[in-house]
């Protein structure tokens, strides 16, 4: 039997290993930021304990909390140190040798090539002491925790196996050496090990020290005044609380308020919405401090869900420092600490909107998806999110051109009660579609969406700013009176020839309807179409075809609601079949136009239709 006393051999977890070979086949320039990482352990370490010293007597105590880095050129290795919290033996094999996100291996892996070799983010994916094995060919890890007599001592050469004995004589904290590889001297010199803490840890809220002399600031800029902040000071602080290396953000919100409530707070947004790459949900949230000292480095509940991708630090005088974390939405300070900042974020997206259109724009394609998860689950900032969204319109000539809904509103003509939209596969069957035709020839503005979630969020939404949202193959639309009249004008018809329906009218919607009968629930004159033969319209209260298209591929067994074809009698092609009606023979013929008519229709929405049965009917159609 073996006991905790002696040498005892793990196996990592699977990934790691994984792990392990991708970190050893990044790029030379990636080294450095192994040192970010184990600088930041160490500071999330000297965090807790400082943490554990101000909210439990028995381990108070004087000793100053810092870290230092013993780089030693003969043993040519590098130690990088702390007093920090410490490790149990337990804690050692949970800690370093699993991974806790599951999504992260899944992420690294995905990258490929130059984004292979780029792992600036690793601290990101809570796997940042791995990153030891980028410089160590062995690392040895000494730690004592400090609810602990005695220390324990772990070691990996990163091929798969780690040990841990017991090592007796040691003080508190974690000493981490890494045994450089062939070639990494460089490691051990004081010079470079310098330049990389200034560089990416001089935010670090604890000194880091190296033969005596502290490398880093330590500031606490977010307590400083805006005015004596350069764009720099933020972009350092920026990547030392998102551990994204050489990137700046996209935009920042600097807050400060004395009452009634007294709190800092620095937030950014990044560049890149990391979601989108495919790195699924991201699971960190706000730093939170009390009187400048953390109390949670991953504060998920200072921000609702949807803007989970803002990166930043929240510090409040009004916080207890001893705020456990099942608590905190239950305290007062905290829940209206939150409602201040949600509302100033939204406030500074409207500025931004406003007054840097192009950079919005540029936040909108990373993050629009995360303002439209607000459209859902934001009650109470609904019209304010729902502001923020953008839709490519029917309006403008540049396909790629965002539109607001208050644009949209704005000008709206005399008489149009509702916004319109419609929602299609691609921008080109949009276009084509009889729906909006209808809609152009009388000059009306209708949004174009091409992705279902936009439907679902404008479906959810129902109104803004008390006009009702309605998708335009909906048999809801009303029209502004008059528009046809311009319609008309536009299309320089003559009065007469659009009014009168042609005679055999009624007999080719009969025909339609037996050709359709079970396909759809009716056949029905356009009061509505111009150019176009026929369109499918939705009966009240059904969902669009987009998103019942939407829910049939989430696997919803919900079969497509039954619509209504609606037939233009003004529309040379029905003025034809309307003519040919008259003799009995054509009746099959025409009947086969309905089909094909249909099908059409559902071709231009991207919805499944017979291969064969098409096919043979177009057959029949050019012998005819
Ligand atoms: P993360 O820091 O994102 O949690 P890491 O892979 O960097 O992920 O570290 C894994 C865990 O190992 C940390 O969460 C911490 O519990 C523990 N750890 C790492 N370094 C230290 C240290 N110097 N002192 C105490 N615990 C540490
Ligand atoms: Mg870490």
Not at 103 to 109: E, H, P, Q, V
Not at 222 to 243: G, M, N, Q
Not at 478 to 499: I, M
Not at 570 to 575: D, E, G, M, Q, V
């Amino acid at each position: 039997m073996t006991t905790t006393a002696e040498k005892q051999e793990f196996t990592f977890q699977a990934e790691i290993e994984q792990l392990l070979h991708i970190l050893s086949e990044s790029l030379y320039q990636n080294r450095e930021i192994a040192i970010r990482e184990l600088v930041s352990n160490a500071s999330d370490a000297l965090d807790k304990m400082r943490h554990v010293r101000l909210t439990d007597e028995q381990y108070r105590d004087d000793e100053p909390l810092e870290m230092t880095l013993e780089p030693n050129a003969e043993n040519r290795t590098l130690t990088i140190r702390d007093n920090g919290i410490g490790m149990t033996r337990d804690e050692l094999i949970e800690n370093l040798g699993t991974i806790a996100h599951s999504g992260s291996l899944a992420f690294l892996n995905r990258l490929s090539g130059d984004a292979r070799a780029d792992l600036s983010l690793i601290g990101r994916f809570g796997v940042g002491f791995y990153s030891a094995f980028m410089l160590g060919q062995r690392v040895e890890v000494l730690s004592r925790s400090y609810r602990e007599e005695a220390g324990w001592r772990w070691e990996s050469d990163g091929s798969g196996r780690f040990t841990i004995e017991p090592h007796e004589t040691l003080a508190r904290g974690t000493a981490v050496t890494l045994h450089l590889k062939p070639d990494l001297d460089e490691f051990t010199r004081p010079e470079r090990l310098k330049h990389i803490v200034r560089k990416y840890s001089t935010f670090v809220p604890h000194p880091v020290k190296l033969n005596g002399e502290t490398l880093n600031e330590q500031r606490p800029i977010w307590v400083e005044p805006k005015t004596a902040l350069s764009d720099d000071d933020y972009a350092a602080f920026y990547r030392h609380i998102s551990h994204r290396v050489d990137e700046k953000p996209l935009w920042r919100l600097h807050l400060s308020s004395d009452s009634p409530l007294s709190f800092h707070a620095i937030l950014f947004c990044p560049p890149t919405n990391l979601e989108l790459l495919g790195f699924g949900r991201i699971e960190h949230g706000l730093s939170l401090c009390a009187k400048r000292i953390l109390v949670q480095d991953d504060c998920r509940e200072l921000l609702p869900e949807y803007l989970r991708f803002i990166v930043g630090l929240v510090d409040s005088d009004d916080l207890p420092l001893n705020v456990a974390r099942e608590s905190l939405q239950d305290n007062t300070i905290f829940r209206k600490i939150r409602r201040v900042l949600v509302k100033r974020v939204l406030d500074h997206l409207a500025k931004l909107a406003e007054d840097e259109r192009e950079t919005y724009e540029t936040f909108y394609r990373q993050f629009g998806p995360a303002l439209r998860e607000g459209v859902a689950t934001d009650f109470e900032y609904r019209e304010s999110v729902a502001a923020l969204l953008r839709f490519r319109s029917s309006r403008e000539a540049d396909a790629e051109a965002l539109v607001a809904l208050d644009q949209y509103v704005e000008r709206m003509p005399e008489g149009q009660t509702q916004v319109y939209f419609l929602g299609g596969p691609d921008r080109r069957s949009l276009d084509s579609s009889p729906h909006l035709e209808a809609f152009r020839d009388r000059s009306l503005e209708v949004l174009l969406v091409t992705d279902p979630i936009d439907e679902i969020v404008l479906a959810t939404l129902g109104r803004y700013r008390d006009k009702p949202l309605v998708s335009i193959d909906s048999a809801e639309v009303e029209l502004p009176a008059g528009a046809d009249k311009a319609a008309a004008e536009a299309e320089g018809a003559k009065p007469s020839e659009r009014e009168t329906t042609p005679s055999g009218f009624g007999r080719v919607l009969t025909l339609f309807r037996e050709a359709l009968r079970e396909r759809v629930e009716d056949v029905r004159e356009s009061s509505l179409l111009t150019g176009s033969p026929c369109r499918l319209v939705n009966p009240k209260g059904a969902a669009s075809a987009q998103v019942q298209k939407l829910l049939a591929t989430a696997g919803q067994e919900l079969p497509l609601s039954r619509r209504v074809l609606e037939v233009n009698p003004r529309a040379p092609l029905i003025r034809r079949l309307c003519e040919l009606s008259a003799n009995a023979e054509h009746e099959e013929f025409i009947r086969d136009c309905g089909r094909q008519l249909h099908a059409n229709v559902l071709l231009l929405e991207g919805l499944p239709l017979s291969p064969a049965e098409t096919a043979s009917r177009v057959e029949r159609f050019l012998t005819e």
